[in-house]
């Protein structure tokens, strides 16, 4: 008993079923996703950067503003308490006048050393020359009062001489009167300058804001836009990524994931997409073989034990044709109709189980395609359809596997295309030295659903039809490296390609 182990089991060709992988079909460009999101987050970064560097500009330059702001107050004060000063000094050199001795004159001396030091803090902070020149004007003004305080006014006071001290006093009200005009002046000029400086302060904080709302509101916005885009150039391609994945864990190999993303996040999608239908194909192919291997095996088991008493069948049945007449004849003609039928049964379960045993050749595949036309001819298979036989090609093949092959798929040609129609037999070598022989028929071809399942064992249109040449054509075509394709074919009717691969070194050699 053969072939136990199945279709897949062992070959005998050296060849093993074919095992879909996934190939790398295309590098992914460097990060281009990645480099987006930087991009984008090296923008939104920047955007703040330069809100903030911006930000602080002005905040400095509105600490800048309030301090001069301050200074320019210092000084008007410093100015005012000037003026009071020097009415204070006066006043005591009223005092010292109306009183007619020296009380005052202590007094005078501590006003004075105020009005200096005034003076002097004031020149320190006059800005420009008219100013300096003002606190000039102070500043001899004051010596001047002070030095007619004491070297005019005092000694003629005590000497109380009514006349110099009146004189004394015209002299001192004048400069008491130049340092207060000076000192006005001065303080008018200093509010003058905070009230350009308020101005300024107040065009800078409206600036400011204006500018702080277009920031937030630009930085808010564009934020919001690099969210988006995140969401499309990411979060969503990895969402549908992971439906996809979770499709896939339910069972569901039809499932696909939209590749429209530009980046890697679509040729993942891509990739994805191609696994599954590896996945899908060899998952199919797999069912095929263990179907296959499964049929084998039984059939294997039960091959010798059915063929024995089908051959003993067929003995007494011919045995017994040769003596009846009549209507028993044709009985007996049907039993043994039946019985070759169940031979061919068992003889195709036989072949799924041991699709490819035996030693490789190399075969003129243009002989052998006719060797095959003649015999059918021979054998009345083809009636009066017309066989052309084209090309030519040499294999490395198993003979007898080989022109299994070929005699179901002339046979199934023929039959489809019935009385008067043609077949063709086209027989190519590629430029790698892979080979292929095509059957087309001038029949009605296939429909959708008879071309999915046409390799199928048992599968068959045909009242007498057994339904297994095409399944096991397919294995030996498979245990040879092969395969069988089926499609539309150049005389309207279906074509079968047996598609054969090149010879190894080692054939080659041997060629
Ligand atoms: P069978 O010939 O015993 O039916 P096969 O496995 O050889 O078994 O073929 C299976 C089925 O494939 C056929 O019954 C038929 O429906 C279809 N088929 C095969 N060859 C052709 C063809 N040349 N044109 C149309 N249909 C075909």
């Given amino acids: 008993m053969n072939g136990a182990g199945g279709v897949f089991a062992d070959t005998g060709s050296g060849h093993d079923a074919p095992v879909p992988c996934i190939q790398p079909r295309m590098r992914p460009s460097a990060g281009s996703t990645t480099r987006k999101l930087l991009l984008a987050f090296g923008a939104l970064v920047a955007l703040f950067a330069a809100a903030s560097g911006f930000a602080l500009g002005r905040l400095s330059d509105i600490h800048e503003g309030s301090r001069t702001l301050r200074e320019a107050g210092g000084r008007v004060r410093d100015a005012l308490e000037l003026a009071t000063a020097v009415r204070d000094e006066y006043a005591h050199l009223a005092h010292t006048v109306i009183l007619g001795n020296a009380s005052h004159v202590r007094f005078h001396s501590e006003a004075r050393a105020r009005v200096e030091a005034l003076t002097r803090k004031l020149w320190d902070q006059a800005q420009d020359a008219e100013e300096r020149a003002w606190v000039a004007d102070i500043r001899e003004s004051g010596d ?41 002046a001065l303080a008018s000029r200093f509010d003058a300058s905070i009230g350009r400086f308020e101005d300024h302060v107040a065009a800078v904080e409206r600036a400011s804001f204006r500018w702080a709302l277009l920031f937030l509101g630009g930085a808010t916005l564009f934020a919001a836009g ?216 001038s029949g009605p071809g296939m429909t959708p659903e008879e071309r999915a399942r046409l390799f199928e064992p048992f599968f068959t249109t045909k009242p007498t039809g057994t339904g297994l040449g095409l399944a096991v054509s397919q294995a030996i075509a498979e245990a040879h490296g092969g395969r069988i394709e089926a499609d539309t074919g150049p005389l309207g009717g279906a074509r079968f390609t047996l598609r054969l691969p090149p010879p190894t070194r080692a054939q080659e050699a041997l060629s």
């Fill in 144 to 184: 001047a009062l002070d030095r007619l305080y004491r070297e005019s006014l005092l000694p003629a006071v005590l000497a109380k001489d009514q006349g110099a001290v009146t004189a004394a006093h015209g002299h001192a009200l004048e400069k008491v009167n130049i340092i207060q005009a000076r000192a006005d």
């Fill in 226 to 441: 690099v969210g988006v885009y995140i969401g499309n150039s990411v979060a969503r391609p990895v969402a549908r990524l992971s439906e996809g994945a979770a499709r896939l864990s339910q069972g569901d190999l039809r499932t696909r994931i939209p590749e429209d993303d530009p980046g890697e996040l679509g040729q993942l999608a891509a990739q994805f997409n191609r696994m599954m239908e590896a996945v899908r194909t060899h998952q199919e192919q797999w069912v095929q073989h263990e179907k296959l291997a499964g049929i084998g095996r039984l059939a294997a088991g039960v091959a010798h034990e059915i063929n024995n008493p089908l051959g003993v069948i067929l003995g007494y049945v011919r045995l017994l044709q040769r003596k009846a007449e009549g209507g028993l004849a044709e009985d007996l003609k049907v039993v043994e109709e039946e019985a070759m039928r169940c031979q061919d049964i068992v003889e195709g379960l036989l072949d799924l189980s041991r699709p490819g045993r035996g030693p490789l050749e190399r075969v003129p595949l243009r002989e052998a395609c006719e060797d095959v036309v003649g015999r059918l001819r021979e054998a009345a298979r083809l009636g009066d359809v017309r066989v052309s036989v084209e090309g030519e090609a040499a294999a490395w093949v198993q003979p007898p596997r080989l022109r299994q092959v070929l005699l179901n798929l002339v046979k199934n040609a023929a039959e489809a295309a019935g009385e008067g129609g043609s077949v063709e037999v086209r027989i190519e070598a590629g430029g790698d030295g892979a080979t292929s022989v095509a059957v087309s028929d």
